[in-house]
């Protein structure tokens, strides 16, 4: 077995000023889906959850904090984000923020620079790399030295899923049963399981409607809700042992049938949440029947249109290369020709949150 490098990692930039900190975060799929919370304000989730974190997709969050400001100033790639109850994003920015202050025993407002690598709100987890990389710039240009737990507890509040992006490879995050209790944790990925990711992305447009909001109204009114929660305590159980034994098979079938379930019970909330497309639905038969030929792949989805599927390192290029031809051929000419074209893109596992500060 090989150990995941537990992160953070903080590195030292001598042309940074006091009081500033940057920190790189990248983005984690859930295998085993975070989908509901039984405490908003803490968000604490009802199940335990699984994620794989991807190399060169995510975040760069700059935070300087600086005694000449009177409010806190925002940009999100490189659009400054006004104030205004309407601007949901600017205040949970600025609520992580608090929570940084409040633990820092501070009151300077901050100067905050992010950066995507991959669209915001469009289902491509950029939340959970946004808000790790958030909150470890902004923890360390406040002068906190948080251990890698700590600093999960904090993303967490940001983010749920934020909370494993602290990490890399594979993590955990372990649902608790309040703020000291829910966390994330890296688990050790046998060295003969060499996972890859590849996103499919059909539409990097912002989701109609938010995760927090589909989240809220399934947890509140879905009668399968419950019966989920349970089957995914069952599935990230399962999960973990066939990780341990490295039984991608196996692991890949629990990770489809989790996704289906999460999106089975969103669409019998009221009114029902469909993240599902008619694309989405073909792209998951092309999967269905690539995987019947022998390809290792299995499709999962999070609260968005875009597919990503689970599959091997040593067969990711030429699964990249099948679905590529497939997809040209089933889906629209139109879609393929505009001016936002489908994207097909291979991760492998990646590193968890990198900090730079002055030393």
Known sequence: MQSVIVNPSVFYDDSMNANCARACANVN???IKYWGKRNEELILPYASSLSLTLADWGTETQVSFDENLSEDNISLDGITLVG???????????????LIRARAGIS??????????VPTAAGLASSASGFAALAAAGAYAA???LSPRELSKLARRGSGSACRSIFGGLSIWNAGEDDESS?????QMPENLQLAMIAIVLDSAPKPISSREAMSRTVKTSPTYMPWIKQSEKDFQNAICAIKNSDIETLGNIVEKNFMGMHETMHNAVPPVNYI??????VLEIIKNLRSKGLPVWATMDAGPNVKVLTVKSEAEKVANDLRSHISKVLDNSNLSSNKPIRIMVALPGD??????RK
């Open 277 to 282: 497309t008619e694309d989405s639905y073909k």
């Open 352 to 357: 968890g949150v990198r900090i730079f500060v």
């Open 84 to 98: 205004g109850k309407s601007n949901k994003v600017r205040n949970r920015i600025i609520s992580m923020l608090d």
């Open 143 to 145: 002068g906190l030295n």
């Open 183 to 187: 966390y994330a944790e890296p688990i």
């Open 29 to 31: 799929i859930a295998l």
């Open 108 to 117: 300077l407002k901050a100067n905050v620079v992010s950066h995507n690598s």
